[in-house]
């Protein structure tokens, strides 16, 4: 079974800091996302990677980057952290095949920024 | 603006009935459709998916009906248990020429009473 493991489940931060939130993935998955899940708006896409190194901005990525060093892990940073960032972030990765392949998602970190 | 859109945000359904959850999309080109489910405190997992060359799925209980003409597909669950109480998500993603990656629907919370 795929596993994919976010580092923290429940993490609280202050305005204005530099927040790390990380993702290791055990299958060898190239594709390695990370979405923010909020009531009533589902999950949003903020960045993706195909390949080490590699990132590409979804469709909310202001006020965020990413890292990419190595192919299991995958780094979100807020790099200065705002109150409308808490929610619940959740990780994905998924296999470059034949066809779609499914993510597969850690359990989430739920950040609340004070 | 949504390109998945996903009805209804909850249901309330009695044990052994029919839980029923809607989607629609807009982009002609989506080739994969399928649905997660997401228990309390954990990612979400992929539960069933369809490709639009059939027009029905079923596994088990769960059912996923696909309408292309419609650009409509439905998620039944047959004989709701108290177990299937979660989010469940419809996705829509491209695979040749597109991204691969699912756009989301904004989820379903779904409640089977005892």
């Known amino acids: 079974d795929v596993k994919v493991t976010q580092s923290s489940r429940y993490l609280v931060k202050r305005t204005g800091e530099k927040v790390f939130l990380e993702c290791v993935q055990d299958m060898d998955h190239e594709n390695m996302f990370w979405y923010r899940q909020d009531p009533g708006l589902g999950l949003r896409l903020i960045y993706f990677s195909y390949d080490v190194k590699m990132k590409e901005k979804g469709d909310i990525p202001e006020g965020y980057s990413v890292s990419r060093e190595k192919k299991e892990r995958f780094s979100l940073i807020l790099e200065s952290a705002s109150t409308n960032q808490t929610s619940m972030y959740l990780c994905a990765s998924s296999a470059t095949g034949l066809g779609n392949q499914p993510q597969h998602f850690g359990d989430g970190t739920r950040l609340s920024i004070l | 603006q949504q390109q998945v859109k996903q009805s209804p945000q909850s249901l309330i359904v009695q044990k052994g009935g029919i839980s029923i959850i809607n989607c629609a999309y807009e982009?002609?080109?989506?080739?994969?459709f399928p649905w997660y489910q997401q228990f309390p405190g954990k990612g979400p997992a992929l539960l069933i998916a369809i490709r639009p060359d059939v027009s029905e799925k079923k596994e088990g209980r769960f059912t996923i009906s696909f309408n292309k003409s419609a650009k409509q597909f439905s998620l039944h669950i047959m004989d709701s248990q108290p177990g299937d109480s979660a989010t469940y998500f419809c996705a829509a993603s491209r695979g040749p020429g597109g991204s691969y990656i699912p756009t989301f629907g904004r989820g379903t919370s779904l409640i089977v009473h005892p």
């Open positions: 982009n002609t080109a989506f080739d994969y």
